[in-house]
């Protein structure tokens, strides 16, 4: 007896239900335990998971892009600086899936890794243009190391379970 | 053949963009657009921003609003169980509580008569705020980000709150309104990195600057502001500043009351933190108090006959309280005393302010009495 495993689009769907969590939930008085990592950043994952799942079109930046910008709103800051980064996520991460020929486990965390290094340095340039010199982007260096430690976890529900099964984004058709 | 369709060439060369590769780009560079446009801080993008935020108000409000009415249920329905123990705790508690009652009053009766003799001005919570006027507002928002610790009040202009009101809590304070909406207003946190609050010690009266970090207790910074005003009060001062010691607002700069508790200060490494009252416990409720800053004198003349604002005037201004009023016109013209053959060496450490000090009426110097410590 096998399990069916669910389908492409409620992974997707519950993969954008987490991240509208994970930017509306921390913005909630309702105790500091939402407001921990990975939460604030946990659109991180699926900026990546959409682009190494191959979502080519228009829907995943332009998601990507309203959440962003939603958490410019709730986080007080100026609009812009979320969707920036949660961008960047998505192009680093559609850069990676054409360089991975075989993606596999190790491949997609090394990759999801190398992701949030270079949101870290685009966070880093962006934010004081932003918010002022007196910024530190040493609170999302940290909030998006335990985001790419806890990758693996919810790799699921943004790519196929068995990464021999799904599609192959660097594979040449 | 879909995934072909969605597909771009790009002319000039055989690679191929992605569309959403490209609109992913287009919206990244709208983005930095978008910042670059909001460093102005124009007002329309302010309005946004006050509208954006009484719009989440509203949703936070909805939102937290079952989460608020079930909050502590289950412990309240818990202590049941165990409520005669706990009348008997309470009970013993309050016996001892009434002893140590008794020695507290003895002990503020005792310090009353200490401060009249010495004539100590009292320390008033909040000194030149409007606490009879403040406004009670739930928070329904918090910043959620890892950049800003900001957050979001339900009273805003309809309730008369406007920027750079204080925010505090039972315990302490919480930060100023930085941004008023109809119906909401945002606060800035005292731990947000933007944050410079000008603070001193309760006891040791030592002055310091608070920097807000947003992720670790803030730092207390005194070297810099010593080297701004680099007094040897001050110097002592940051040398006495003890560990526990109650950090309160000092009120110098003119954008937070004097007297306001802000935390009490640790020891962290080689410099001082401040551990925030108002963090002793979730913040829900905060008290918005009226307080307009005090504008500088330059801001708002007022019509004085006095001297005018040079160094040599300054002195008679300081002096002007203590020393017979000078005279509007010299009633004796000075002579000129005879020279003499050897004139007396002058003092070294000789103050202007004596020099000014000295009686019209007396005979005229040897030589123009001019200050000379001028600068």
């Known amino acids: 007896m096998s399990s069916r495993a669910p389908s492409r689009r409620v992974l997707r769907a519950w ?6 969590a994970s930017v509306v939930l921390p913005a909630l008085p309702l105790g500091s335990l939402f407001a921990q990592p990975p939460l604030p950043l946990a659109v991180l994952w699926a900026a990546y998971g959409w682009a190494a799942e191959d979502e080519s079109g228009w829907r995943a930046p332009l998601t990507l892009a309203v959440l962003g910008l939603l958490h410019d709103q709730l986080a007080g800051g100026p609009y812009g600086l979320f969707p920036v980064l949660y961008l960047a996520a998505y192009l680093v991460g559609r850069g990676a899936a054409v360089v991975m020929s075989a993606p596999n486990l190790i491949s997609l965390w090394g990759g999801f890794i190398f992701t949030t290094a270079v949101t870290i340095a685009v966070a880093a340039l962006v934010a004081p243009l932003a918010l002022g010199d007196n910024v530190s982007v040493l609170p999302y260096a940290e909030a998006a190391t335990i985001t790419a430690v806890l990758f693996p976890l919810v790799r699921p529900l943004y790519m196929s379970t068995s990464a021999s099964m799904r599609p192959q984004p660097g594979l040449r058709r | 053949m879909a995934r072909r369709r969605s597909v771009v060439r790009r002319a000039g060369s055989g690679r191929r963009i992605a569309p959403g590769v490209l609109l992913a780009i287009v919206l990244v560079i709208g983005g930095l657009g978008l910042i670059i446009t909001q460093m102005t801080r124009s007002p329309a993008g302010q309005a946004a921003q006050q509208a954006g935020d009484g719009a989440a108000a509203a949703a936070g409000r909805v939102a937290t609003g079952p989460a608020r009415a079930g909050e502590g249920f289950l412990e309240r329905l818990a202590s049941m169980w165990g409520a005669s123990e706990r009348i008997e705790q309470l009970e013993r508690e309050n016996r001892e509580l009434h002893a140590w009652r008794e020695l507290a009053e003895r002990l503020a009766e005792r310090n009353a008569r200490y401060e009249a003799l010495l004539r100590m001005p009292g320390d008033a919570f909040g ?35 406007r920027v750079g009101y204080i925010a505090v809590n039972e315990n302490g304070l919480i930060g100023r309104v930085v941004s008023v909406g109809q119906r909401s207003a945002r606060i800035l946190m005292v731990d947000d990195y933007n944050s410079r609050i000008p603070v001193m010690g309760e006891a040791s009266r030592v002055r310091a600057v608070l920097a807000g970090q947003a992720t670790r207790p803030p730092d207390l910074y005194t070297a810099p ?28 700069g003119g954008l937070f009351p004097r007297g306001i508790p802000v935390g009490v200060a ?52 300081i002096g002007r309280e203590t020393m017979a009023p000078p005279p509007t016109a010299p009633t004796v013209m000075p002579t000129q005393p005879p020279p003499r053959r050897e004139p007396a060496p002058r003092p070294q450490a000789q103050t202007p302010s004596v020099e000014v000090a000295a009686p019209p009426a007396s005979p005229a110097p040897a030589e123009p009495s001019q200050p000379e410590q001028q600068e």
């Open chain 2, 266 to 317: 640790r020891r962290s490494g080689d410099g001082w933190r401040v551990a925030l009252a108002a963090s002793q416990q979730p913040i829900d409720f905060v008290r918005i108090l009226p307080y307009v800053g005090i504008e500088r004198p330059e801001d708002a003349p007022v019509a004085d006959d006095g001297p005018p604002l040079t160094a040599a005037s300054s002195f008679s201004s």
């Open chain 1, 15 to 20: 993969g954008l239900a987490l991240a509208l």
């Open chain 2, 225 to 252: 502001f010593q080297m701004q005003a680099p007094r040897l009060d001050f110097i002592v001062g940051a040398q006495s500043l003890r560990e526990g010691e109650r950090i309160i607002t000092s009120g110098d």
């Open chain 2, 127 to 161: 000194e030149g705020a409007d606490i009879s006027n403040s406004i009670a507002a739930q928070l329904v928002l918090d910043s959620g980000g890892p950049f800003t610790r900001t957050l979001v009040a339900n009273a805003g202009a309809d309730h008369g709150v």
